[in-house]
C-alpha cells in the first residue's frame, strides 16, 4: 500500500540522573562526594534511505521513544549513554512540526539523517558541586528531560521525470513500456490511485527514473479529483511529460487538456509553470490522431518538442525516452526546492514567559523549566541551588515587576510555590 503522509509522536530519551554518594573507604578519614553523572539518553534521528517508497511503517507504528540514559553511580562512576533511535524514511521526506507547521527538515539524499527529538543530558553527580564553599555537597541533579512533539511527515517522490496529463491518457500504459513498473491500467479514468515509480534503460548505464503522476483534472490545484494528494509529487521532478490523448478517445480536446494541466500546475506551484516539459501526444495508432498531432504542432510546436508515440505498440517510445535522457542531462540534478520550504532561521527564544491564570502567576520558557525539571524537589540543597538560579535569571525581579506579592503562587510546570518578596 503506498502512503505519503503520517502523523507521528516521537520522545528523546531523558537523561540519567547524578549520583549522591561519598568516599567511604578505610584510611581515608576525611572521604569527599563521589557521585557518578548520568547518561545522555538517545534522540529519535530520521535517516534517508533510497530503498524505500513508501511511509507505510509509519502508519502502523506511530510512537517512537528512544531511550534513556543510565544513572550515575557511587565511586564516580558515570551511567552510560544510550543508543539514538533511528528511523529510516524514504528520500523526498518533508518533516514539519505537528503544533506550529514548522519546517524542520528535508530529506533528499542517502543517509541524510535529522534529530527531530534530542535525548536530555544526564544529570551531575554530587562531585561536581564540590567547592571551597561546600566541600561536602549532598545534592545532584536529575536528568534532563528529553525533546518531545507530534510530527507531520510528507513524501514528495524524487523522480527525474515526470509524467503528467489527464485520466485515462495513456500514462501508466507509457510506464509499463518504457520500465519494469507494473501500474494498474484499464479502460476507465482514475485507474491509477497511487504514484508509480519505474527505472528507465536507455542505453548500458544510462537510465533515469519516472514517475506515473495520477490522473489530474480541472480544479485540481484546489483539492478536486487526486489533486492535492498527487500535486505534491510533480514538485520534486527535474522535467515533465505531459501526455495527452491524441486521438482524443473519450470526446475531449487535446489542445484544451494540455492548457488545463498546465493552468492547474501553475496554480498550485508558480515554478512548475517554468520547469522543462516535453509533450507526447499518445495513442497514435487510433483514428483522429494524425489530425491532432498537425493540430498540436501548429499551436505548441514553436515552445515544445513533440513526440508522437503509441503505448501500446510502441511506436515513437524509444526517440521519446531518448530525448528525455538526453534533456535530463543538462538540467541541474538536485532536487529542485519546494516554495515555501527555504532554510528556517532559528530565533532566540526568551529565557522565560510570564502569564496569569485564575490568580496564579505561571511561568513558561524553555531553559526555567529545563531547571526545574533536574531539581530534587525534595533534596533541600537543591531547591536552594534552583532559587539562586531563579533569581540570576531575573525571574524575580520580573514577578514583582508583573504584581506579585507575598504569598501569591507561582508555578513552572509542574512546580507551585509561593512568591516570597
Known amino acids: 500500500m503506498f502512503y505519503d503522509r503520517a502523523k507521528i509522536y516521537v520522545k528523546g530519551g531523558d537523561g540519567g540522573n547524578g549520583c549522591v554518594a561519598f568516599r567511604r573507604e578505610k584510611y581515608v578519614p576525611v572521604g569527599g562526594p563521589w557521585g557518578g553523572d548520568g547518561g545522555r539518553g538517545g534522540s529519535v534521528i530520521l535517516r534517508g534511505d533510497g530503498g524505500l517508497r513508501t511511509l507505510v511503517d509509519l502508519r502502523y507504528q506511530r510512537h517512537y521513544k528512544a531511550q534513556r540514559g543510565r544513572h550515575g553511580q557511587g565511586k564516580n562512576k558515570h551511567g552510560r549513554s544510550a543508543e539514538d533511535l533511528v528511523v529510516r524514511v524514504p528520500l523526498g521526506t518533508v518533516v514539519k512540526d505537528a503544533a506550529t507547521g514548522r519546517l524542520l527538515g528535508d530529506i533528499v539524499r542517502e543517509g541524510q539523517e535529522l534529530v527531530v527529538a534530542r535525548g536530555g543530558r544526564g544529570g551531575r553527580g554530587n562531585a561536581r558541586f564540590a567547592g571551597p564553599h561546600n566541600k561536602a555537597p549532598a545534592m545532584?541533579?536529575?536528568?534532563?528531560?528529553?525533546e518531545e512533539r507530534w510530527l507531520i511527515v510528507e513524501l514528495k517522490l524524487l523522480a527525474d521525470a515526470g509524467?503528467?496529463?489527464?485520466p485515462n491518457a495513456g500514462k501508466s500504459t507509457l510506464l509499463a513500456r518504457v520500465s519494469a513498473a507494473r501500474p494498474k491500467i484499464a479502460g476507465y479514468p482514475f485507474t491509477t490511485l497511487t504514484p508509480n515509480l519505474g527505472m528507465v534503460r536507455v542505453d548500458e548505464g544510462k537510465s533515469f527514473v519516472m514517475a506515473d503522476i495520477p490522473g489530474l483534472i480541472e480544479g485540481a490545484h484546489a483539492g478536486a479529483g487526486l489533486g492535492h494528494d498527487f500535486l505534491r509529487h510533480v514538485e520534486r521532478t527535474r522535467l515533465l511529460v505531459h501526455v495527452v490523448d491524441a486521438a482524443g478517445t473519450e470526446g475531449r480536446d487535446p489542445l484544451e487538456d494540455f492548457a488545463v494541466i498546465n493552468r492547474e500546475l501553475a496554480l498550485y506551484n508558480e515554478a512548475l509553470a517554468g520547469r522543462t516539459q516535453v509533450i507526447a501526444a499518445n495513442k497514435m495508432d487510433l483514428p483522429g490522431?494524425?489530425?491532432?498531432?498537425?493540430?498540436?504542432?501548429d499551436k505548441l510546436g514553436d515552445k515544445y518538442e513533440i513526440y508522437p508515440v503509441s503505448a501500446v505498440t510502441g511506436r515513437g517510445v524509444r526517440e521519446l525516452v531518448r530525448r528525455i535522457y538526453e534533456l535530463l542531462q543538462q538540467i541541474p540534478t538536485a532536487p529542485v526546492p519546494v516554495e515555501g520550504e527555504a532554510e528556517v532561521v532559528h530565533r532566540a527564544e526568551p529565557r522565560f514567559v510570564i502569564s496569569k491564570e485564575d490568580g496564579v502567576?505561571?511561568?513558561?520558557?524553555?531553559?526555567?523549566?529545563?531547571?526545574v525539571a533536574m531539581t530534587n524537589l525534595d533534596n533541600e540543597e537543591?531547591?536552594?541551588?534552583?532559587q539562586r538560579i531563579i533569581s540570576l535569571?531575573?525571574?524575580?525581579?520580573?514577578?514583582?515587576?508583573q504584581g506579585a506579592r507575598d504569598g501569591d503562587l507561582v508555578r513552572i510546570k509542574d512546580f507551585t510555590f509561593e512568591f516570597v518578596d
Do not use: C
Open 140 to 146: 545532584a541533579e536529575k536528568g534532563e528531560p528529553g
Open 163 to 166: 509524467l503528467v496529463g489527464f
Open 289 to 297: 490522431s494524425e489530425q491532432n498531432l498537425a493540430r498540436l504542432r
Open 361 to 371: 502567576f505561571v511561568v513558561t520558557g524553555r531553559e526555567i523549566e529545563r531547571h
Open 382 to 386: 537543591a531547591v536552594e541551588r534552583l
Open 393 to 401: 535569571m531575573g525571574l524575580e525581579q520580573a514577578l514583582r515587576d
